[in-house]
Structure formats: structure tokens, C-alpha cells
């Protein structure tokens, strides 16, 4: 069980630790010019995560973000800025605060047993002190290689970049 109210020095404590398997993860990692409490405070506060979250020109309304273990994490989209569709709706497995937060697709909001689309998944993203700022992982983990082969076709690479970078120039520019 993880600690959402830990001290930012605080040790990551983690349910288990697993590693990278290259067979279903996809990862991307990037050093954040910022300190870990901006890092978090974008994706801890909802107007700031609706900014960085999706790549643009898309938009995004965030409806739920409870950054607690169980909590929902529930977003909209929109390709003009006036009609949105939904976009996620998924659960908060573990969120360490400034340090980790988890989730998956398998499982809504509402705690019923989802059918995720485009690729079931569990996300994880982490946040360490780097000396130039904060190095920031963001992992994608599939069942199957199958579903992992879908993902990064799908283009994982690029457009989990792409809001990295927003999530950095946002978080660099409140320095």
C-alpha cells in the first residue's frame, strides 16, 4: 500500500518493483528543467493537467481527477474547443505524492471492469530529483506483445513525447 501523503524526501515505497520488460513496456524518459513539485503540481492540479495532457491542437476537459489510490481519473476531448467526446476513464491503482502515480484502463471510475480501447494497459510515471531538475518516466505496460506491438503503432512514441514536452515547457516555464 502506498503513502499519497509522504514527504517529498521521502523513500519510494512501492507494492512491488517491477521492471521494464521490453517485450510489453513501452517507456519514454525525460529530464524535466524544473523541481519535482512543479512537475507534480502539473499533473496534480486539473486546470494545469488539462493543458498538457493531450497533444495539441486538441483540447481538454478534465472531469475527475481524484490523485488518490481508487481514484477516478476521467477526461474529454475535442478537435474544436466546443464538442467533447470521451476521451479516458480509468482508476488510480498508486499515486505517491511527487514521486509515482499508477493507473490503469482496466477498470472505469465507477469500479466496473472495463473493455479499454485502443490497447488495455497499466501507466506509470515516475518522478526522481535529477541534478538539472527532475527526470520524469512515463511506461506503458501491456498484457501481451501483441497489445504492445498495437501501441507503439499506434504511435506511443510520438504522441507520449509530445505531451511530455508540453508537461516540461509548462512545468519549466512556472520555474
Known amino acids: 500500500m502506498s503513502d499519497s501523503h509522504a514527504p517529498a524526501d ?5 507494492p512491488f518493483a517491477a521492471a521494464l520488460d521490453a517485450e510489453l513496456d513501452l517507456s ?3 529530464v524535466i528543467r ?6 507534480w503540481r502539473a499533473w ?7 493543458k498538457w495532457w493531450i ?3 486538441m483540447s481538454l476537459r478534465v472531469d475527475r481527477l481524484e490523485l488518490v489510490p481508487g481514484g477516478a481519473f476521467v477526461t474529454r476531448m475535442s478537435e474544436d474547443g466546443e464538442t467533447f467526446v470521451p476521451h479516458m476513464n480509468v482508476v488510480f491503482v498508486t499515486v505517491e505524492a511527487s514521486r509515482r ?17 485502443p490497447v488495455p494497459l497499466t501507466a506509470e510515471f515516475v518522478f526522481t530529483d535529477h541534478p538539472e531538475g527532475t527526470e520524469y518516466r512515463a511506461t506503458a505496460r ?12 499506434l504511435g506511443f512514441v510520438e504522441g507520449w ?15
Not at 34 to 39: F, G, T
Not at 44 to 50: G, I, N, S
Request: net charge negative; charged share 20%; no cysteine.
Open 10 to 14: 521521502a523513500p519510494l515505497v512501492t
Open 44 to 50: 496534480a492540479d486539473a486546470d494545469r493537467l488539462a
Open 142 to 153: 501491456h498484457a501481451t506483445a501483441a497489445d504492445r506491438a498495437s501501441h507503439e503503432a
Open 28 to 30: 519514454i524518459t525525460r
Open 161 to 175: 513525447g509530445m505531451v511530455t514536452d508540453a508537461l516540461a515547457a509548462l512545468a519549466e516555464s512556472e520555474v
Open 55 to 57: 497533444p495539441a491542437p
Open 101 to 117: 502515480i499508477v493507473f490503469t484502463n482496466a477498470i472505469d471510475a465507477d469500479w466496473r471492469p472495463a473493455q479499454p480501447a
Open 34 to 39: 524544473a523541481p519535482r513539485a512543479l512537475v
